[in-house]
């Protein structure tokens, strides 16, 4: 069962362009929602990150939406840049435990085209 | 502030054999996770260290190992190694348990033949 659905797997972007990536979860217990960048050959960067007590949260051109009731949340990538093509990962973890891991989505390979 | 490093960076094994991946933490983090990402594929989490005792194991078989040390460096060790265990191995270390701001290293490319 997969507990993050993330969406569209693959996303094609004109340079300057707003990127949208959706997220879907299942466990009303997650409490920290990040966003991962990820390019070839390296590990994943933590980009932005988001908790349930908040609607949204924007860094630089990286905005979170979250929608508690609908369960859902999306990363949306203003003027987009032909540096930004790379894999982006959504996860969600539950921190009220003793071991928070995360649990991430499939990822969403991004190219943004000049 | 030195960031998390993993080695090697690249891998190849038998089927069968045994391989230990390293992995040094970001300065200040005593908490390390490993992940495996297949191709095309998010990561997936094997397990966390913590105080140098497993905390936390994802559904991975017990032929994954692991180690911590007093410098909160970790090892990950796999026996009998599978052709499905090629992946792109990771570690990630936080803060602490409960501090999931997780920072990962560049990764270990194991290739099983």
């Known amino acids: 069962q997969q507990q993050v659905k993330q969406s569209p797997q693959s996303l094609i972007v004109q340079k300057g362009g707003i990127s949208i990536i959706n997220c879907a979860y299942e466990n009303t217990a997650f409490d920290y929602f990040p966003w991962y960048q990820q390019f070839p050959g390296k590990g994943p960067a933590l980009l932005i990150a988001?908790?349930?007590?908040?609607s949204e949260k924007k860094e630089g051109r990286f905005t979170i939406s979250f929608n508690k009731s609908a369960k859902q949340f999306s990363l949306h990538i203003m003027d987009s840049q032909p540096g930004d093509s790379a894999t982006y990962f959504c996860?969600?973890?539950?921190?009220?435990?003793?071991?928070?891991?995360?649990?991430f989505g499939k990822g969403t390979k991004l190219s943004v085209k000049p | 502030e030195t960031g998390v490093t993993q080695s090697p960076t690249h891998l190849i094994k038998t089927r069968g054999q045994q391989v230990t991946l390293r992995c040094s933490s970001q300065s200040g983090h005593n908490t390390v996770s490993w992940y495996q990402q297949a191709l095309g594929q998010g990561p997936q989490f094997i397990f966390q260290y913590y105080r140098e005792e497993e905390n936390g194991r994802g559904n991975f078989p017990p032929r994954f190992s692991g180690l911590q040390f007093p410098n909160y460096s970790s090892e990950l060790n796999v026996n009998a190694l599978e052709l499905d265990d090629s992946a792109l191995y990771l570690c990630?270390?936080?803060?602490?348990?409960?501090?999931?701001?997780?920072?990962f290293g560049q990764g270990t490319r194991l290739t099983v033949v």
């Open positions: 988001i908790r349930p007590d908040v």
């Open positions: 990630a270390s936080s803060q602490s348990v409960v501090n999931t701001e997780a920072f």
């Open positions: 996860a969600a973890c539950y921190q009220g435990g003793s071991q928070g891991n995360l649990i």
